[in-house]
């Protein structure tokens, strides 16, 4: 992903990245980034058409970062299920803006790196004997955990440990 751009393009996506996780989704624009940056707008359109490109790299730190977490905690526990549930849903609560840009909407597959996403999916496969409904089901379970969880949708008192438990285990785990 580093290769594909630019060292001035690097510098846009680390800063975007900064008011990312800082202020969420919604104040990512142009314009604060520019701000940010400390250059008019415009000057941005050199490096990236628009904000959605922006996004895009973005995404691709997303993918690149959680298969990164996932490659870990498969070489920690070898088709553990829930090692890698361990891993997604930590690696997601501790970027929350980051995860909810890159799943809160369609993925940009044919503007990502080749192979990022198959790479992402890999060690849940791999978990899976290559059972791909499985894995599909599974990373629905986590992605609803977390996406509920980020969004503070559970009660105060919930137990989420005994659900992950719960639900890893309705996956066979």
Do not use: N
Request: charged fraction near 25%; proline fraction near 6%.
């Amino acid at each position: 992903m580093a290769d594909r751009l630019t060292p001035r393009a690097r510098e846009i996506v680390t800063a975007a990245r900064e008011l990312l996780e800082e202020s969420g989704p919604a104040q990512l624009t142009m314009r604060t980034l520019a701000d940010r940056l400390g250059i008019k707008a415009p000057s941005l359109y050199k490096h990236f058409p628009d904000k959605h490109a922006v996004e895009v790299e973005l995404v691709a730190q997303l993918l690149t970062e959680t298969a990164e977490a996932l490659e870990a905690a498969e070489a920690s526990a070898p088709g553990s299920l829930e090692a890698l549930a361990g891993a997604y849903r930590g690696y997601a609560l501790a970027h929350p803006h980051l995860y909810r840009l890159g799943t809160e909407r369609p993925l940009p597959r044919a503007e990502l790196p080749a192979g990022l996403e198959d790479r992402t999916a890999l060690p849940l496969l791999r978990a899976c004997a290559g059972d791909l409904d499985l894995a599909r089901a599974f990373w629905a379970f986590a992605h609803g955990m977390v996406t509920l969880e980020i969004h503070g949708r559970f009660p105060a008192d919930a137990d989420l440990e005994a659900a992950w438990k719960r639900g890893l285990g309705a996956l066979g785990t």
